[in-house]
T-cell receptor, first 112, second 115 residues
Framework: SQQGEEDPQALSIQEGENATMNCSYK?????LQWYRQNSGRGLVHLIL?????REKHSGRLRVTLDTSKKSSSLLITASRAADTASYFC????????????FGKGNQVVVIP | NAGVTQTPKFRVLKTGQSMTLLCAQD?????MYWYRQDPGMGLRLIHY???????AKGEVPDGYNVSRLKKQNFLLGLESAAPSQTSVYFC??????????????FGSGTQLSVL
């Protein structure tokens, strides 16, 4: 099954700065999703972008998708300490069982 | 609404012991999933169900069994636990959406250690 691969693995930024994470995948997708995981908790869905979309916004989040490069980026603007978490991308393939395949995650630490 | 509830939250087993992890959701979702999360590996799908009475294998099903006798419950069983099954287990649920764009709702996880 395909898996998203986030880059970089860990990011440490000051509060108020922007944080950008990237995700690459290998096969054709139906959609790509981003999830957040706070320490010791389950994952929480943030945003979904379909394969025919190029950019999507939700509050301070901006997601881009480039299907020609098989990559996506998640931008968190004006970061807050509460944004400290791990962020995962997940892809839903066009083929096979269509179940979500998760990447390894990006750890983001926002320093107050 | 509680969402997705997993029990227990922590468990320590000895090699060869068996146990069942319970997942319950109150959102009337059709689909349910079991994932395991290991350091540096992300989440890997163990088994899933697309409706009551149905189950299917995911990416890493060996050593696990599942049952979905009721729509709201999804059980994950370890018949003979092995140290390689030490992990954090997450249950999730989702509802079918147009264009297959369902998003997952996760429980808070079960930390399992097999000694």
């Amino acid at each position: 099954s395909q898996q998203g691969e986030e880059d970089p693995q860990a990011l440490s930024i000051q509060e108020g700065e922007n944080a950008t994470m990237n995700c690459s995948y290998k096969t054709s997708i139906n959609n790509l999703q981003w999830y957040r995981q706070n320490s010791g908790r389950g994952l929480v869905h943030l945003i979904l972008i379909r394969s025919n979309e190029r950019e999507k916004h939700s509050g301070r989040l901006r997601v881009t998708l480039d299907t020609s490069k098989k990559s996506s980026s998640l931008l968190i603007t004006a970061s807050r300490a509460a944004d400290t978490a791990s962020y995962f991308c997940a892809t839903q393939s066009l083929y096979g069982n269509n179940r979500l395949a998760f990447g390894k995650g990006n750890q983001v630490v926002v320093i107050p | 609404n509680a969402g997705v509830t997993q029990t227990p939250k922590f468990r320590v087993l000895k090699t060869g012991q068996s146990m069942t992890l319970l997942c319950a959701q109150d959102m009337n979702h059709e689909y349910m999933y079991w994932y395991r999360q290991d350091p540096g590996m992300g989440l890997r799908l163990i088994h899933y169900s697309v409706g009551e009475g149905t189950t299917a294998k995911g990416e890493v099903p060996d050593g696990y069994n599942v049952s979905r006798l009721k729509k709201q419950n999804f059980l994950l069983g370890l018949e003979s636990a092995a140290p390689s099954q030490t992990s954090v287990y997450f249950c999730a649920s989702s509802q079918p959406q147009p264009q297959r764009s369902e998003k997952l709702f996760f429980g808070s996880g079960t930390q399992l250690s097999v000694l």
